[in-house]
């Protein structure tokens, strides 16, 4: 397959209506229309054998990796179903993600194996059916019940290495992040031993002090999740955990922006101190994502999406209904920040945190064809995974 006549955001800068050649799921040629081959027009006798694509007026960015979702069109991970998940993932790539964690919140033992279990069954299946499933994130059970957010209370409990290691099997070693309280009892020890495993282990949720999360980093903590929410917070005395997230440069952290969970001057703090490289944009989306006003559930409770944002009947803000395309605008035309930068952080960003970036979250030869075709006004028109389209706005390709 050929895409021509975009512009092509890499690395490098961009590529004015240039040239995307893709084979077997890879960007195997990126090129400028003056590459000798006519602009791979259907004349040219280099793509004969091509399915092509004419993007003209619109710009390829690197497809948005989402590592923190529950759910969206109405559905949510911890319904326990293949149906549910797809559902999920349809509807994020919709709005431009082509690669997704999906996030637990703190259920009972039972359901939370289940919902791991369900990961064992989905490695290999097809992931033209929308964003493709990068593993699970574990947002809980082992946080701060002072700290719980929106989390069920009753789900939370201590540290447990025993059924850590029970979750893994059950997913079949498909357990890729998990968020955790440090100061919880036992945290530590299950850092260590999550960072042994494979795992990305990720602080939130917690009332850590700022010596409890750099102790947690050097067990092995990484990462802070979702960046200001649920967190001890700033004071020049004892600078909390958001002290320890601005200024340890070992944490990569990731940030709602949908203009409520925080506001755009802590969000330029956050960018100041940690920078394009470690900043990575989530959307913590619920089932209410892609879906209009009404009531829905996170974690067997009742949320209700209003007004743009989603939240439980006491008012607390309850994961969001924010889209990755949504939170890549804000950056852009509430933040001032360039596309480049606001594509990094929702795609090359998440992709090194992941450890997939050897493979993902930039338009580069030799990467897997995950793809957003974006308007001038930034709107998602079409996504394409390891070269399937599997979201086209009608009427919009040639």
Known sequence: MIIKGADILTPQGIIESGIIE??????TRISPPECGCEGAGRTCGCVDEHSVIDATGLTVVPGFIDIHAHGGGGCDIEDGNFESLEKMCITHAAHGTTGILPATTSPPRGLLLEVAGLFRSYTGR???????????????PWLNPKMKGAQPLSGIRRPSIDELDRLIDASSGNIRMVTLAPEMPGAL?????AKDSGLIVSLGHSSA?????????????????????AMSGLHHRNPGMVGAMLSCDRLTVDVILDGFHIHRAAAKILLKCKGKDNVALITDATMAAGMPEGEYELGGQKVIHKDGAVRLPDGTLAGSALTMDKAVRYLV??????????VKMASQTPARILGLDKKKGS?????????????KDLQ?????????PVYVQEGVLR
């Open 209 to 229: 002090t700022y010596d409890q999360v750099l102790a947690a980093v050097d067990k092995g903590a990484t990462h802070i999740t979702h960046a200001y929410n």
């Open 126 to 140: 097809p992931t033209s059916r929308g964003a493709e499933v990068l593993g699970i994130h574990l947002e809980g």
């Open 333 to 342: 035309l509430e933040l001032g920040c360039s596309l480049s930068d606001a």
């Open 189 to 193: 020890d299950l850092i260590r031993h």
């Open 22 to 27: 893709i084979k077997d799921g890879i960007i």
């Open 363 to 375: 338009v580069e030869v030799g990467k897997d064809a995950d793809l957003v075709l974006l308007d």
């Open 380 to 388: 998602v028109k079409a996504t394409f995974v390891c070269g399937d």
